[in-house]
């Protein structure tokens, strides 16, 4: 369970943000100068279509790696748990099975209910657990979304694009996009002022 919770924030956002093919009112004909990695780049506002590397968004933004960061301690927490009481658990096992020779039928039968009750018991633990840690990972993703989406909306419609696709290397839905096009610099940037604004 622990392996599964430290990585799956990373990729249900990651899913979420290949989701987003984002459209808003833009200004027809307009000329916008980004700023990247490389050089200042011109993008025709009359395509009116930008993308952000969503490796790098994931990578630098810093409300998603405070969120992953929450998220990975409390799997570890949630795992130390489960440890624990399953070591316990096996403890009384073994003590059972080193002690069944010398018990009579009816403590035999007694042990074993109460341990196959205990089992059970761990297992829906083990369930709940894992559950809680879903929906608090739903919720994280969500709330990442929603940040970015709505920055999204904000910095398109200032600069007038109509459409803002997401690209990734590890789930590349768009197989090319020119560099030129790339804002994800930008938005890490607006993000992050924002983020810190909040914060205050």
Not at 39 to 48: D, E
Not at 177 to 192: W, Y
Request: glycine share 4%; net charge positive; charged share 25%.
């Amino acid at each position: 369970m622990n392996k599964l919770f430290v990585s799956v924030i990373s990729l249900g956002f990651a899913g979420l943000l290949g989701s987003i093919l984002f459209s808003c009112q833009g200004k027809p004909g307009a000329s916008t100068q980004l700023a990247t990695n490389d050089s200042n780049k011109t993008v025709n506002g009359n395509l009116g279509i930008v993308y952000v590397n969503s490796d790098t968004l994931l990578s630098k933004y810093e409300l998603f790696k405070e969120a992953r960061a929450k998220m990975e301690e409390k799997a570890k927490q949630a795992q130390v748990e489960l440890q624990a009481k399953g070591t316990a658990f096996q403890r009384e096992v073994a003590d059972y099975q080193k002690n069944a020779p010398t018990m009579s039928a009816e403590q035999r039968q007694t042990t074993e209910e109460r341990l196959a009750r205990k089992q059970n018991e761990l297992s829906q633990h083990n369930q709940n657990a894992s559950a809680s840690l879903q929906q608090d990972e739903a919720e994280e993703n969500q709330k990442l979304y929603t940040k970015v989406s709505e920055y999204l909306k904000k910095y398109s419609k200032e600069k007038g694009y109509k459409y803002v696709l997401t690209y990734s290397a590890t789930n590349p839905a768009l197989l090319y996009a020119d560099q030129s096009l790339e804002i994800t610099t930008e938005v890490v940037k607006g993000l992050n002022e924002e983020y810190k604004q909040e914060k205050k």
